[in-house]
């Protein structure tokens, strides 16, 4: 992995690419030869251990080619060589001070170097001597992979593919057709190879490109992750995986035809690189000293270490499923000959509580799921009792809505063209990338009315146009149709009760005596989305645009937004002003099980009920009280079972049509991180922090010992303040804290007489 500059810091001049290829390329990845990060073999010890390295430079690039010789490079033109497994290792001159990035060996002599501005060195002889090569480009070169003495490729900044067939003598520059940052190259013979990277107009996206015929052409195989990829390692011409940015990690078992994302235990940080000395035996490090390992081909990987005050490791190779190495910052290198040693089971990884969610299905009372920001999606197959982290394949992207036709087929979407779909309930969430000009719409709603057939809307980044996407397919193919006019519109929410007549809704900025207004705005289709017309309603004096629509039964519809709820009786021919209550309700979200009953939730907690089509509105509370936390989506499976979500992971749910409404918990486990004071007699005030304890108390409470606290002057998801219970026995005692989500953990209390 390359030290010099990474993808953030980039020149602006590649930052804005919009062709979907070029990703810096920066592992290493020949897997033939094992030449990947920077790791360093330890002669014993059990797990990873240090090596000295001798330096205090930081290692980006190692390159194996049996269990005993190795090479290192990285900053200020390091080259390290051991012929002992890391035992000891001896500097090497490379007649230079730039950042070498990565390194690759054919066999014991043959081995080649890559660099900023273009560097490329060569050996014949182990790397007793260097030489340069002229690569013909100054561009920075991530990553280099060669299948033998002869061939092989490097790949660097803006979109750079340089390859050779005489063993360095000269370099051709390859057509990747594309400007994006390419980070690692692997190749697992003279025909197949591929290279990732980041892409996107501002390098947010993972990239992938792959050949079959040595280079002469290399195909975009599409984003299969909105999350940054950094290192490729393949086996063979079928078998493959690539890591990056917030722990993604996908393989591919077909070439590169279809990646899949893979479930890890542990680690949101950042990957780096990864290597597989087999199909089965793969590693991957990163960020905070994070290394993990798998050896069923990454159907599970377990943490094998983490430690936040090391350095990042930037690459990582193993000859064979015991010996590897890995390095890093400040010179570090470790090594392994028990293949990283035992390993602990894997861990749940809790969804954090303080993500807002943003969007909720319920096709029936039990199946049900929410999306939110940071590509959050929780599901529960009990109406809620249980929520369980489902992967989206994406962190750095929020998701704003979700629906689902039965409890199988189900469709996400959100920023930068984000559209996900599962036909499994969820176990596995495939991203239908349409190409880079989606990648500037903002959807912000999606409707389906059968397992084909859908729509969703939103805005189009950079311009005063929104978009409708339909599909016929079951959204794997989408067609976009852009609205027209020289208004600032913002559509915001679509909804369609069969294949024809469908709402969508948003707001409509323009301008008149240099004043900027804001007018809620419905359009209207008859034919599956062909044409869309405008239609007038009713508009509040405070209008500030529409948030949300609910068209459950032909002729019947609702709108919503800040101050407003609209209903329509005749498809949206004409609509009218329902009137909620004497108060401020800037409303984003509402829900019709049928033509009688609906709900509107929106900021500050509100919830609205009618049983009477909208006659009357009325508001519900929250535990006794209004719920303060902003709501931003509501669903009702029937006239009484739903759901809400807003701010800070809060899940609202209802089994009696919102006579009362009940905390979830939102997949965050619950944790007691301090007690304090951490003794105090009976009655005395105690203040708990932690995490998962929830929006508010509700049914939860805390124990110590086998007493509940009956006093609670506050509670929040990471604090309480409580008094010890009267009858709390003398002495210590463990103070629990108990919710929907579960039990925490225990703290020691000592209760004084």
Known sequence: MGQSATPSEKPSAWRHAYSLGGLALVLLASCLVLCVGALAFASSGSGWVNQTSGTTASLSGVCFVDASHGWVVGGSGAILVTANGGATWTAQSSGMTKSLNDVSFSDASHGWVVGEDGTILVTSNGGVTWSTQKSGTSSSLYAVSVSDASHGWAVGTGGTILATTDGGATWSAQDSRSIDALMDVSFVDTSHGWAVGLGGEFNEIGVIYATSNGGAHWSNQGPRTLERLRGVCFVDASHGWAVG?????IATADGGATWNPQERSGSSGDLEDVSFSDASH?????????????????????????????????????????????????????????????????????SPSDLDLRGVAFPNSSDGWVVGDAGTILATRNGGAKWVAQSSGVSNKDIYAVTFIDDRHGWAVGDFGLILA?????????????GMDFYNFMLRSVSFVDAAHGWAVGAVQGTSQSVFLSTADGG??????????????????????????????????????GITFTQSTILLT??????????????????????????PQAGYGWAVGPNTILATTNGGGTWKQQFTISMTAMLAGVAFPDTVHGWAVGQFGVILVTSNAGGKWTAQSYGGETHHKSLYGVAFSDAKHGWAVGVDG?????????????????GTQVTIARVA??????????????????AAQDTSSVKFGT?????????SDTRIRCTVPAKAKYGVVKATVKTTGGTSNAKSFTVKQ
């Open 245 to 249: 940015y917030a722990g993604t990690i």
């Open 422 to 434: 599962t036909t499994d309930g969820g176990a596995t969430w495939d991203w239908h990338f349409q």
């Open 677 to 694: 004071p951490a003794s105090g007699k009976r009655g005395a005030p105690v203040t708990i922090t932690g995490t998962g304890f929830g």
């Open 707 to 715: 007493k509940k606290c009956t006093t609670y002057v506050t509670w």
């Open 526 to 551: 008859a034919d599956g989305g062909g044409t869309w017309w405008n239609e007038k309603h009713p508009v509040a004096l405070d209008d500030m645009g529409l948030a949300a629509v609910a068209f």
């Open 650 to 666: 809060t899940i609202l749910a209802t089994t009696n049509a919102g006579g009362t409404w009940v905390a979830q918990g939102s």
């Open 476 to 513: 794997l193919t989408w067609s976009a149709e852009y609205t027209k006019g020289d208004r600032d519109l913002r559509l915001t929410g679509v909804a369609f009760n069969d294949g024809l007549h469908g709402l969508a809704v948003g707001g409509v900025a323009f301008t008149e005596n």
């Open 282 to 350: 793969g590693w991957a490090v990163g960020g905070a000293g994070t290394i993990l390992a798998t050896s069923n081909g990454g159907v599970t990987w377990i943490t094998q270490r983490v430690d936040s005050q090391a350095p990042k490791y930037s690459g990582v190779e193993m000859t064979d499923a015991n010996h590897g190495w890995a390095v890093g910052g400040a010179g570090t290198i470790l090594a392994t000959t028990d293949g990283g040693g035992p390993s602990p089971p894997p861990t749940p990884t809790p």
